[in-house]
């Protein structure tokens, strides 16, 4: 059978990073001088040695240094080692999540494409980031047909063979679930994620085996207290301590070596346990050592041959004897890897499988639809109950622009309850994108799509009962062009959302920037002030406002073009609705200039959150994301 595995190979690596010494608790606005800061230590570190950079720079920590190591396929790779020890860093240099300071990722012998890897490769973080409304089925048939260029019937059948192979098939239709909604087990759920835990790491780390063997596929993983039975799962184990790897071989390796430097593995105890609560002993007995070394390498030739074979009797260090021992197979086939070339799927498939899994997500979240489409149903109501036939003079006139504020405050500041949902989509499409599921372009564009026919059912549960109970312009084509007002708003605060929602990094100073930004925008819409009155230095304000635009757009809609009369005097009009309009500046040809407006407000906000989702997710610069 064809190996579906890579030979990876690392040589010579090391990465450190810069350490405040401090928490700012402002730290979110000066995230960019961290980058800075780190990357000048880049720099540095690729200028002078280690040892010296060090010293200089007290705040740099090396978290790994000079690292080899190699994974083959048919194997699993287990990085075992203490807290700080590197195992997680090493892993995501190894996965192209990290970039290391110096050193090479080879890939079959040859230098790693990053780009290349990522589409052939899985990398499963810590934590579960799964939709917790999509079924177990649901989530990995949308990870298939996301990744594998493949007829339905095969991707169904693929599906349905990895679900036995979990050992999920009593739960394949239950939803995943998470610590608000009941779902699978968390074993279960670590399981569909392909994780770890205390409870599911023995049937996880079987499977797995199964896979490799089987499949000839190439697994690395990190572990921290692995199991007796566990650890007998293992092919090879890579032991780290303080960012340097102190063996790679086999279990039986480990031990063997252990008690050539004197360290007997005490009955019923296990090795790697007792080989890591060791470390500190083992690391004090190689300083002593390496100044032996160290005086051995510096005398004449025929006392070190001397010295050399009092080492063989067990004075070698322990890195020394690991890699002496260390058993490297040259005969590996440089079986070549199909490499993908591009997405498995058009833009068009990507977006329309994207869409199908939104409008999941959306119509299964409780919150968000039945309570969303419940709450705009009761506020129309409510709303015209308060505002019932209006009369059509100056006080009326001076109620319905009440009115139209509050429908404005309210519908562009009730929106913030989908922030939490979009910061958990964020999370999921880092993590896919990172391995080339699909485009960043696909997932904005499918976001956008998905939401245009529920918010148009919003608007029209709010806008039909209110237009007509309240009494607005009678005409027909007047409540169409209030409906699409409505609309227009409620997807201009959707996208303002996506659009901080991708910047931001919590709820909580998410909800605190919106309303924020919000409350400018209403303070500047002309309701308060009219644009004579807002002073010059100010003004940009008024024409970048959200809320200037529909608010025309209602007040014209009302009045325009209508044979209202709102003040009489002696049996004739003074006061019409249009000559108000006209001073103020509004007429019909301002109608349909509003709505492209708000349109291209919308487009914005969504191209704006395209971009900062662009860089987050490839970790490029705004200008390399533009270009």
């Not at 499963?124 to 939709?131: A, G, S």
């Amino acid at each position: 059978m064809k190996k579906q595995g890579c030979e990876i190979e690392a040589v010579g690596i090391n990465y450190r990073v810069y350490r405040q010494n401090g928490e700012n608790p402002f730290k979110i606005f000066n995230k960019n001088q961290q980058q800075v800061k780190q990357q000048e230590v880049d720099l540095e570190l690729q200028q002078q040695p280690s040892s010296k950079f060090e010293e200089a720079c007290p705040g740099i920590r090396h978290v790994l240094k000079d690292v080899n190591c190699r994974a083959k396929p048919w194997e699993i790779l287990a990085i075992v080692g203490p807290s700080g020890a590197g195992k997680s860093s090493l892993l995501e240099i190894l996965a192209g999540k990290l970039t290391q300071q110096s050193g090479s990722i080879f890939v079959n012998q040859s230098p790693i494409d990053k780009a290349q890897f990522k589409k052939i490769s899985g990398y499963v973080t810590q934590k579960d980031n799964l939709f917790p409304l999509l079924t177990v089925e649901e989530t990995l048939m949308f990870s298939a047909k996301l990744r594998l260029r493949l007829p339905q019937a095969q991707l169904r059948a693929r599906v349905k063979s990895l679900i036995q192979e979990l050992g999920l098939g009593h739960v394949a239709m239950t939803r995943v679930g998470d610590d608000r909604v009941r779902g699978i087990s968390g074993g279960e759920r670590r399981r569909v994620s392909i994780g770890l835990d205390s409870t599911s790491a023995l049937q996880i780390i079987d499977k797995l085996k199964v896979m490799a063997e089987t499949l000839g596929r190439t697994i690395i993983l990190s572990i921290h207290q692995p199991g007796f039975r566990i650890v007998k799962l293992f092919s090879s184990i890579l032991m780290m301590a303080n960012g340097s790897v102190l063996h790679q071989g086999t279990l039986d390796q480990l031990g063997a070596n252990l008690r050539e430097i004197g360290l007997q593995v005490p009955l019923h105890v296990n090795m790697i346990e007792f080989a890591i609560e060791s470390i500190e002993a083992i690391q004090q007995q190689r300083k002593g050592q390496q100044k032996a070394l160290a005086q051995v390498l510096s005398a004449p030739s025929p006392q070190r041959k001397s010295d050399e074979g009092e080492s063989r009797s067990g004075k070698f260090t322990l890195e020394q004897l690991f890699q002496r021992s260390k058993v490297v197979d040259e005969d590996i086939v440089n079986v070549g890897i199909d490499f993908p070339r591009d997405f498995a799927n058009s833009r068009l498939q990507e977006t329309i499988v994207l869409t199908h899994r939104f409008s999941k997500n959306i119509f299964r979240t409780k919150e968000l639809f039945a309570c969303r489409t419940i709450q705009m149903l009761i506020s129309g109501l409510v709303l015209g109950s308060i505002f019932h036939n209006v009369k059509d003079d100056l006080t009326g006139a001076q109620e319905k622009v009440g009115l139209f504020a509050f429908i404005l405050t309210f519908l562009l500041s009730c929106t913030t309850e989908a922030l939490p949902i979009f910061l958990q989509e964020r999370e999921i499409l880092m993590k896919e994108t990172s391995c080339g599921s699909y485009r960043v372009s696909s997932y904005a564009i499918a976001n956008g799509l998905v939401y245009l026919p529920f918010l148009l059912i919003l608007a029209i549960l709010f806008s039909a009962p209110l237009y007509w109970i309240v009494g607005l312009n009678p005409s027909f084509m007047a409540f169409m062009h209030f409906l699409l007002l409505i609309w227009l708003i409620l997807y201009t605060a959707n996208s303002v959302v996506v659009c901080f929602s991708a910047l931001v990094p919590n709820f909580i100073i998410g909800n605190s920037v919106i309303s924020g930004v919000m409350g400018s925008f209403f303070l500047f819409s002309g309701y308060f002030i009219s644009k004579h009155g807002i002073p010059k230095f100010w003004i940009f304000m008024h024409y970048i406002s959200l809320f200037k635009y529909p608010f025309e757009g209602f007040l014209i809609n009302e009045f325009s073009e209508s044979d209202k009369c709102l003040e009489y005097m002696f049996g004739s009009c003074m006061v019409s609705g249009e000559a108000v309009l006209r001073e103020e500046g509004y007429g019909e040809e301002s109608r349909w200039r509003n709505v492209i407006i708000m349109v291209c407000f919308i487009l914005v906000y969504r191209f704006v959150s395209y971009v900062i989702l662009r860089c987050r997710c490839s970790q490029r610069s705004l200008r390399a994301a533009l270009s």
